[in-house]
């Protein structure tokens, strides 16, 4: 849910299938998460 909060409220369910690889995502969606995180996006790659 943390997650969730720092990329701007986007939907929690979304966040987590995503955390649990359950779903294919998007490159801007994959950029908003590093942000979140504070990471490169390369290393969630």
């Known amino acids: 849910m ?3 909060f720092k990329c701007n409220d986007k939907d929690y369910s979304q966040i987590n299938r995503v955390e649990l ?3 294919n995502f998007s ?3 994959l950029l908003l998460i590093a ?3 504070d990471v490169n996006p ?3 790659v």
Do not use: F, I, P, Q
């Open 27 to 29: 490159v801007s969606y």
């Open 42 to 44: 390369k290393e969630l």
């Open 35 to 37: 942000e979140a995180l």
């Open 2 to 4: 943390d997650l969730a």
């Open 21 to 23: 690889g359950k779903v």
